[in-house]
């Protein structure tokens, strides 16, 4: 198994506090993605990084911000955490970008309350 | 825009096949089969890129149809281990990195 591991895996939370989700990587890939999923809905892409201080909006992205200051580590912070964030969210990781033989390992989850 | 996947739920028996459908209002470059079994991640089965390679575990099978922008996953003699739900994720050419992820097939094999 890849090895990614997120913390915390589960939180519950007020409305309006900041949530600070954290993907570490033992990998050494270059590309790190932060995912929620919910029902009915998939997999949506929030942010994506590409390199150490390199990231990019997904489709989600209003309301989240990222954070990449070592290649193991990918941050996703919920500024201001809406009950509409309630969600699971997934860290992945790959060695090359999509489209090529691009392989996405996934982390086991965090699951976030928001109340 | 999300791809379409079809049927939204399939119930098997043991030893039965199935197929699974995803489509596309948009010109693709690649589509990715993964499986998520309930409460783990998901599980990465296929890539399939325009113009006919592929990548994946020797069990699965899958098409891309270029014309159509529609892919199917081939699952045959299935077993109880196949249960779960099945997502594909398509790549447009200029999509920048981006999967955009169907809403799941999900998957029930009874003994």
């Known amino acids: 198994d890849a090895g990614i591991t997120q913390s915390p895996r589960h939180k519950v939370t007020e409305t309006g506090t900041p949530v600070t989700l954290r993907c570490h990587q033992t990998?050494?890939?270059?590309?790190m993605y932060w995912y929620r999923q919910d029902p009915g809905h998939g997999l949506r892409l929030i942010h994506y990084?590409?390199?150490?201080?390199?990231?990019d909006k997904g489709e989600v992205s209003d309301g989240y911000s990222v954070s990449r200051s070592k290649t193991e580590d990918f941050l996703l912070t919920l500024e201001s955490a809406t009950s509409s964030q309630t969600s699971v969210y997934f860290c992945?990781?790959?060695?090359?970008?999509?489209?090529?033989?691009?392989?996405?390992?996934f982390g086991p989850g965090t699951r976030l309350t928001v109340l | 825009q999300q791809p379409v996947q079809s049927p939204q739920a399939v119930i098997l028996r043991e030893g039965e096949d199935a197929v699974i459908n995803c489509s596309s209002s948009?010109?693709?470059?690649?589509v990715h089969w993964y499986r998520q079994k309930h409460g783990e991640a998901p599980v990465f089965l296929m890539i399939l890129l325009k113009g006919g390679e592929q990548k994946g575990h020797e069990k699965i099978s899958a098409s891309f149809n270029e014309k159509k922008q529609q892919s199917s996953l081939y699952l045959t003699a299935s077993q109880l281990s196949y249960s779960g739900t099945y997502f594909c994720g398509t790549e447009k050419a200029d999509s920048n990195y981006q999967l955009i992820w169907g809403a799941g097939t999900k998957l029930i094999i009874k003994p």
């Open positions: 990998e050494n890939h270059r590309y």
């Open positions: 948009k010109a693709l470059y690649s």
């Open positions: 990084s590409y390199g150490v201080k390199d990231t």
């Open positions: 992945a990781i790959s060695e090359s970008m999509a489209g090529e033989y691009n392989e996405q390992f």
